[in-house]
């Protein structure tokens, strides 16, 4: 992670606190054969560190029998849905619930390793935001996920400005009180990790990335890759256009005044005529479009003044 960019880091948002107190959110749905053994580890890995921490079990109405195992469970705090609320708001309802400032965010599937806390908690008091990114050398990303988490992470890239290695990582630490500045746009499912990064990146806060490693994940994912792609999608023109209207627009003023060019080039050379109202009316769409997100950025920061 040689980007200077990559490590956003221009406002130092952070307060350079020293980290004494943790709060651990696991997010649980239907995951009877993995929660155990994820809390376990947890509290081996925990107690091998100076931080006094708690964990916060969030059972989001799980049918498997997981929400009677959690009862059982000693010396956590479980928080249990009256339904199936989601991903996101099972985030949130730890984060509402946390006693700390520090949250560590972790899925409870076994895919990401409590050992790789600590790597990560080593810079929360320099950062608002630390995620884990998929790059270590033992990273198990189903094949049919990673042509969509290429094409979104390369889009976010484009986007914001900078080199991001991993979207949507299920492993990090944040500040509860960053993170509820964000909570009336944190959606409920599992974009809750992109809207917030993105937020993060789009208002300047301080932002690390962590290689850590990832395992296959045993049981079946409850992630749909086209429906969740499109969602994904959706998340990060949203968040962008939100916080950065003038970039998305001027991405597409850029596009439309290239397809202006391609169709000249076309008529032109293939045809022999020029298409002039086509031309015109793609040039003219250009120009608005970038004028239209030249206002948008001007409304935004005079909104943020205020």
């Not at 107690?47 to 109405?61: F, G, L």
């Not at 962008?240 to 991405?251: I, L």
Request: hydrophobic letters at 45%; charged letters at 25%.
């Amino acid at each position: 992670m040689n980007d200077t960019r990559e490590q956003h880091n221009i406002n130092n948002k952070t307060d350079h606190k020293p980290i004494k107190d943790v709060s651990i959110i696991l997010p649980i749905f239907n995951e009877k054969k993995c929660v155990l053994p994820v809390i376990r580890e947890i509290r081996r890995v925990m107690d091998t560190t100076p931080y006094k921490y708690e964990i916060i079990a969030v059972d989001d109405y799980s049918t498997d029998g997981t929400r009677e195992l959690l009862r059982d469970i000693d010396g956590i705090s479980v928080v249990e849905h009256p339904y199936n609320k989601g991903y996101g708001n099972s985030l949130k309802t730890g984060i509402v619930n946390a006693r700390y400032n520090t949250i560590v965010m972790l899925d409870s599937d076994g895919t990401y390793l409590p050992a790789e806390i600590p790597k990560l908690l080593r810079y929360a008091d320099r950062y608002d935001l630390v995620s884990g990114a998929r790059v270590g050398r033992n990273v198990k990303i189903p094949l049919l996920r990673r042509p969509a988490k290429f094409i979104l992470t390369m889009l976010a890239n484009v986007l914001t400005g900078m080199k991001i290695p991993d979207i949507n990582c299920g492993l990090r630490v944040m500040k509860k009180d960053n993170v509820q500045k964000f909570f009336y746009l944190l959606p409920p499912r599992f974009s809750f990790t992109i809207t917030h990064l993105l937020a993060c990146l789009s208002n300047d806060y301080n932002v690390k990335f962590v290689p850590i490693n990832y395992h296959a994940r045993k049981d079946k994912s409850t992630i749909h890759p086209i429906k969740d792609f499109i969602r994904f999608l959706n998340i990060i023109v949203r968040i962008v256009t939100y916080f950065k209207p003038f970039k998305m627009f001027s991405f597409f003023s850029v596009f439309m005044m290239l397809i202006a060019f391609i169709v000249w080039i076309y008529t032109f050379l293939v045809i022999g005529r020029i298409a002039d109202i086509t031309v015109l009316i793609l040039a003219l769409s250009s120009i608005q479009i970038f004028l239209f997100g030249l206002l948008a950025d001007i409304v935004i920061k005079a909104s943020n003044k205020n």
